[in-house]
């Protein structure tokens, strides 16, 4: 069974800073994708990017960018530049499944606030 | 572009009651997941719907079912609620493509209290 792990329960960082959230996976599978989403107070998972097990580049999606390392199983996420708006939970996610039969298994969580 | 709706936002019910929970997927999607998160918890997949059929299912009991409909909207029922069923209740849509990859898209959720 695949396992996501999210190490830190929050963070707290300052306006304009950049952060990073870290996400360990396990799995045995050779093609896998994994999936950082953003869940702020109102309850609506948000996605941000997504990062496949054989793409050469780290994903980037505006101040988003996915530092993927695969021989340490590690799909971190970097924010450049936070702002206030990006205080919420994140949760890294990973694909589990065949095609057309897909689910996400999700980490515990990081708790994100950025301090004005 | 309208995304992935759900209703109710909010519902309170009482032990041993049922309860259904409703999701219209974001346009152009045919495919229908839903998830339960625990206070604290990452989302935990309940089961998935593609052409009116359940396609897989994670961990839970019976009592939880679904339905979808030929619009591709989807249901969630539970049966004879538990305390430990008070949850907020993720649905998410995606596309079949064949591809390996399916961005799921979510709703802003139902949370359950039951009382």
């Known amino acids: 069974a695949q396992k996501i792990t999210q190490t830190q329960p929050g963070m707290f960082v300052q306006e304009k800073e950049a952060v990073t959230l870290d996400c360990t996976y396990d799995?045995?599978?050779?093609?896998?994708?994994l999936f950082w989403y953003k869940q702020p107070s109102s309850g609506e998972m948000i996605f941000l990017i997504y990062?496949?097990?054989?793409?050469?580049q780290n994903a980037t999606e505006g101040r988003y960018s996915l530092n993927f390392q695969k021989a340490r199983k590690s799909a971190n996420l970097v924010i450049s530049a936070s702002q206030l708006g990006d205080s919420a939970m994140y949760f890294c996610?990973?694909?589990?499944?065949?095609?057309?039969?897909?689910?996400?298994?999700f980490g515990q969580g990081t708790r994100l606030t950025i301090n004005p | 572009d309208a995304g992935v709706t759900q209703s109710p936002t909010h519902l309170i019910k009482t032990r041993g009651q049922q309860v259904t929970l409703r999701c219209s997927p974001k346009?152009?999607?045919?495919?229908v997941s839903w998830y339960q998160q625990a206070l604290g918890q990452g989302p935990q997949f309940i089961f998935q719907?593609?052409?009116?059929?359940?396609?897989q299912r994670g961990n839970f009991p019976d009592r939880f079912s679904g339905h979808q409909f030929p619009n591709y909207s989807s249901e969630l029922n539970v049966n004879a609620l538990l305390l430990g069923d008070s949850a907020l209740y993720l649905c998410?849509?995606?596309?079949?493509?064949?591809?390996?990859?399916?961005?799921?898209?979510f709703g802003p959720g139902t949370r359950l209290l039951v009382l």
């Open positions: 990062q496949g097990s054989y793409d050469e």
């Open positions: 346009s152009g999607h045919d495919t």
């Open positions: 799995t045995s599978d050779q093609s896998y994708g």
């Open positions: 719907y593609y052409e009116e059929e359940e396609r």
């Open positions: 998410a849509s995606s596309l079949f493509t064949g591809t390996g990859v399916e961005t799921q898209y």
């Open positions: 996610a990973m694909r589990e499944g065949t095609q057309g039969a897909q689910k996400l298994v």
